[in-house]
Each structure stands twice: as structure tokens, then as C-alpha cells.
């Protein structure tokens, strides 16, 4: 399953016009001029889906239409073309909702956006009993796109190593991986190949280091 199709209208570069993105499958690509909505559509994405990750603030308001226009973010998935290469969310809904054939709407998600203490805010409208099962991973470069991304990174792998906590244990404590990291880190800096290039050559891996490192 994968993001087919995404409409704009009444946000940044869809203001004056909607904003129509058809997505031909699971890997696509946006190449566009400044100024041609790229942006639009990133964020109309973020907008569009409930629950994401990580929460960024809303943008200003002023990036809405005309109030009396139209100002919306509709969203299309669709199952794999082929039915043996389809994914476990799109199986999931498969199961839930009765079979549906290969390359047909898996589901859609609607949002309305509005003005609200000069930000914009999305309403879900009418859309699949399935929107919730969604999760959206944005990771917008404003500045340096490689120092963006890495910060992003870690808080990513941070957050899936305490879902994955939640799940096996109940709990969101990454305390115990801490811990073993540390002795990992504290055998590791005694390692000959470490040794060899240690004080004498200008590294040292120090507590705080081991510390940075575990967390």
C-alpha cells in the first residue's frame, strides 16, 4: 500500500488554486521550482494526517486562502498493484474491511483548515474508518538538511526503542539499555585498537563521552 494521491486547497501555494499530486507508487520523488509548492505539499501531508511524528509547530495562519474559499487537505492510499507484495497495514485493512482488489483505495483522509489564534488548525472531515491506522514520519530540512535529518534521526530511533519498551515490558524506560550500553562502552574503551589510538594521539573516550554515547 502506498500514498497515491494528495489534494490541496486554501494553504501556501494552493491558495489561489488546488494542488492536485498524483503519486505513482511506493518510492516518488517531488521536483519542482521555488515557489512551485513543494512545501505545500509536505506540509499539506503533515496536516492531513492525526497522529505524526515529531510534532511540529503549526504554521502561521497566514498561509490560508481566502476565508470565504475553500481550505482542505484530502489524501488517498491505495493497495499494492500486485496482491503478494502488499504490506502488513494494508493486510490488516484488507482483513477488517473484506477483501479488496489489487491496486483499489485503501483509504482515505480528510482534513478542513481553519484559523485558530493565528495558526492553522485541521478538523477531520469525511474519511475511511481506517484513517486513524496511519502514521506519518515528516522530517522538514529548513536549514542544514544533513544536521536536520540526523537530529531527527535519533529522536526517531529514540521514540521506536521506547515503543518497543511499551510493548515488551509496559513501560517507557530506557534505563536498563542505558546501562548496558555504558558497560559496553566502558569494555570498548579498554580495547587494544582503542588504547592505540588513545591519549598519546590526541582521543580519549572519556566518562562523558561513554555517558553521551549511552544516552
Keep these: 500500500m502506498h500514498l497515491s494521491k494528495l489534494t490541496v486547497r486554501g494553504f501556501r501555494a494552493s491558495a489561489e488554486a488546488k494542488i492536485e499530486v498524483d503519486l505513482p507508487g511506493r518510492f516518488s520523488v517531488l521536483v519542482g521550482a521555488n515557489a512551485a509548492g513543494k512545501t505545500t505539499v509536505g506540509d ?18 497566514a498561509m490560508l486562502g481566502a476565508r470565504t474559499g475553500t481550505r482542505a487537505v484530502d489524501i488517498e492510499y491505495r493497495y499494492a498493484s500486485v496482491d503478494d507484495e502488499e504490506g502488513p497495514l494494508g493486510v490488516q485493512i484488507q482483513e477488517q474491511s ?100 588513545g591519549p598519546d594521539r590526541g582521543f580519549l573516550l572519556t566518562s562523558d563521552h561513554r555517558n553521551s554515547l549511552g544516552r
Design 44 to 61: 499539506a501531508l503533515y496536516l492531513g494526517h492525526a497522529k505524526t511524528f515529531p510534532r511540529l509547530s503549526p504554521p502561521s495562519a
Design 98 to 197: 473484506g477483501l479488496a482488489p489489487a491496486g483499489a483505495i485503501a483509504a482515505t483522509l480528510s482534513r478542513t483548515l481553519y484559523r485558530d489564534l493565528g495558526v492553522v488548525r485541521a478538523r477531520k472531515g469525511d474519511e475511511s474508518e481506517h484513517a486513524d491506522a496511519f502514521r506519518l514520519i515528516y522530517l522538514p530540512a529548513h536549514r542544514n538538511p544533513l544536521d536536520e535529518l540526523a537530529r531527527r534521526e535519533v529522536r526517531i530511533l529514540v521514540e521506536l526503542l521506547r515503543a518497543q519498551q511499551q510493548a515488551d515490558a509496559g513501560n517507557r524506560s530506557l534505563q536498563a539499555l542505558r546501562t548496558r550500553a555504558g558497560t559496553l562502552l566502558d569494555t570498548l574503551s579498554t580495547d587494544p585498537l582503542i588504547a592505540a589510538v
